[in-house]
């Protein structure tokens, strides 16, 4: 079984920025889709953006659309999730995860297999 491992949470200021990192030991990132998912105590948990392999395309959510970018570094092995303008309600744990290619659809691009690492958390607070 994958396990990603997320990084680069904190606690920030409203406004400020952040960069979280997705990487796998023993797993090339390159060739799959790749999400980033928050999920709130008590809640659903939602999707940030993904990144498709192929073209690099970009799927964020309406939420964090013009505020965070995500992107990937095959030679790093890494997807990066850049935050900007953060808002308290963005105080969740951030998680990746390898997006299912077999259950995505038109509407959603972002479906992730189930497999969850440990998060990371973001705390926006002054």
């Known amino acids: 079984q994958v396990q990603l491992v997320e990084s680069g949470g904190g606690l920030v200021q409203p406004g400020g920025s952040l960069r979280l990192s997705c990487t796998a030991s023993?797993?090339?990132?390159?060739?799959?889709?790749i999400g980033w998912f928050r999920q709130a105590p008590g809640k659903e948990r939602e999707r940030v953006s993904c990144i498709s392999a192929s073209d690099g395309s970009q799927y964020p959510s309406d939420s964090v659309k013009g505020r965070f970018t995500i992107s990937r570094d095959n030679a790093e092995n890494t997807v990066y999730l850049q935050m900007n303008s953060l808002e308290p309600e963005d105080t969740v744990v951030y998680y990746c995860?390898?997006?299912?290619?077999?259950?995505?659809?038109?509407?959603?691009?972002?479906?992730?297999?189930?497999?969850w690492g440990q998060g990371t958390q973001v705390t926006v607070s002054s």
């Open positions: 995860a390898i997006i299912d290619a077999h259950r995505v659809t038109m509407t959603n691009p972002c479906v992730p297999y189930e497999h």
């Open positions: 023993k797993f090339t990132l390159a060739y799959d889709a």
